[in-house]
């Protein structure tokens, strides 16, 4: 059974590309019969905005949203991915690293995401004094691509050593990084199709080798073209996107519909009534692949 899912962070309120994502990932999973959860990934508490999780799931219910179950809070999920690192560990994929990130930004080179980890801590006697700090857990990754097919994008690809390098795991400060996190909650939710922005296709890879490292069932992709500004920025907190205006839903909704190449909708009651004419239309393979500038 399909089963897909939308994961805000409460980083700050939904916007227009949050919006965008919520419908394509809603429409695709009612239209294949599918449930459709809703997951805070409320992993990083400095950088939380109070109150914004709860404002989230008020915007989506104004909006016409229905998920099915309770909603998923990462915050409460610890123990999963404290399970998912202990495999790792028993399976020797894993060690601690002392490097402070300062140190080993200075002799590292640019990647496909940020400068490629450069392995020092691989090697037990390379390795830094612990001076009595906790370490972060990295994974060793192999010399080898992964690639898989995108629902959307098409085949993508990256060689892990070269393009990413053996990425954290849990942070030294204590906070699960993002890569884990959501690897362990997809399998424990069992999600089978993930349709979120094309901003995080260069996580994907990493995603599929944790997943096959842990033994989890794989997951099929499909990542949405960005909403960017005039001067080619993508839409986000960073960017200054506008929250949603709940009393603009039906206009928003109609909005992002046509970024998503559906059919223009008739006169509706209520949005809820544009959420079922986008299932009823959907198609994924009519959903651009570059960017959308919505200026």
Same mark, same amino acid.
């Given at each position: 059974m399909y089963v897909g899912r939308f994961a805000p962070s409460p980083t700050g309120l939904l916007h227009i590309g949050s919006l965008l994502t919520a419908l394509a990932s809603y429409a695709d999973a009612r239209a294949h019969g599918g449930r459709w959860l809703v997951r805070m990934e409320d992993l990083d508490p400095p950088r939380e905005m109070a109150g914004a999780a709860d404002h989230i799931l008020r915007t989506l219910e104004a909006f016409g949203f229905e998920w099915d179950g309770e909603v998923a809070y990462q915050?409460?999920?610890?123990?999963?991915?404290?399970?998912a690192l202990g495999r790792l560990k028993d399976k020797g994929l894993v060690y601690p690293c002392y490097?402070?990130?300062?140190?080993?930004?200075?002799?590292?080179?640019?990647?496909?995401?940020?400068?490629?980890?450069?392995?020092?801590?691989?090697?037990?006697?390379?390795?830094?004094s612990e001076n009595g700090k906790p370490p972060a857990w990295r994974i060793r990754v192999p010399d080898e691509t992964v690639g898989f097919d995108d629902a959307v994008v098409g085949h993508y690809a990256q060689n892990l050593a070269r393009d990413i390098g053996d990425f954290v795991l849990l942070r030294a400060d204590g906070f699960w990084a993002y890569q884990?996190?959501?690897?362990?909650?997809?399998?424990?939710?069992? !999600?089978?199709?993930?349709?979120?922005?094309?901003?995080?296709?260069?996580?994907?890879?990493?995603? !599929?080798?944790?997943?096959?490292?842990?033994g989890f069932r794989p997951v099929r992709y499909a990542h949405l073209p960005l909403l960017v500004n005039k001067s080619g920025q *993508?839409?986000? *907190?960073?960017?200054?996107?506008?929250?949603?205006?709940?009393?603009?839903?039906?206009p928003l909704l109609r909005q992002v519909s046509a970024y998503l190449n559906l059919p223009p909708a008739p006169q509706v009651d209520r949005p809820r009534d544009l959420l079922d004419w986008?299932?009823?239309?959907?198609? !994924? *393979?009519?959903?651009? *692949?570059?960017?959308?500038?919505?200026?």
């Open positions: 915050s409460r999920r610890h123990h999963l991915y404290e399970d490097c402070s990130r300062k140190d080993w930004q200075a002799a590292a080179g640019m990647g496909a995401d940020g400068f490629v980890y450069n392995g020092r801590c691989r090697v037990p006697e390379h390795r830094p884990l996190a959501v690897v362990a909650d997809d399998a424990e939710q069992g !999600i089978t199709h993930v349709v979120r922005g094309q901003d995080l296709l260069v996580s994907a890879p990493r995603q !599929i080798f944790l997943q096959n490292a842990l *993508k839409w986000s *907190k960073q960017t200054l996107a506008p929250a949603l205006d709940k009393a603009q839903a039906e986008a299932v009823t239309h959907w198609n !994924i *393979k009519r959903v651009p *692949k570059n960017a959308v500038c919505t200026e």
